[in-house]
């Protein structure tokens, strides 16, 4: 199953003209960025973005650090991430596996939702 994740978190996340000068080029990056599906092959596209534009300004960091947890959130069933006060919130489909990852987490991840007493 495929989750279309919402990374929505504080920051400037994106591929600046500074960096990728031509436009069809920096939407040609988006588009495989989107596409991702695993570590190795977004390790893979960050390589070669290092090879051909050198290395990232903190903004294309946050974008490709923003893929990757993008990725890791599919694994765990989780579509959506967002910051609420000061807490990190996640929209997950599966209470078994949000369960599973917050005993993975030993108490660094608290479970709150309807069928949660707090």
């Not at 990728?20 to 570590?39: C, E």
């Not at 977004?42 to 650090?65: C, K, N, Q």
């Not at 947890?69 to 967002?82: D, F, P, S, Y």
């Not at 929209?91 to 939702?113: E, F, M, N, T």
């Amino acid at each position: 199953m495929v989750i279309d994740v919402s990374v929505d978190l504080p920051g400037e996340a994106y591929l600046p003209r500074r960096y990728v000068p031509d436009m069809r080029l920096k939407i040609d990056l988006y588009r495989r960025m989107a596409r991702v599906t695993g570590a190795a092959e977004l390790g893979e596209l960050r390589a070669e973005m290092i090879d051909r534009f050198g290395p990232p300004p903190e903004e294309v960091l946050r974008l490709l650090s923003q893929a990757e947890l993008r990725i890791l959130a599919q694994g765990w069933q989780i579509r959506n991430i967002h910051l609420e006060d000061r807490y990190l919130v996640f929209g997950y489909l599966s209470r078994p596996r949000i369960d599973q990852l917050a005993g993975q987490l030993k108490g660094k991840l608290r479970v709150v939702d309807a069928r949660a007493r707090i």
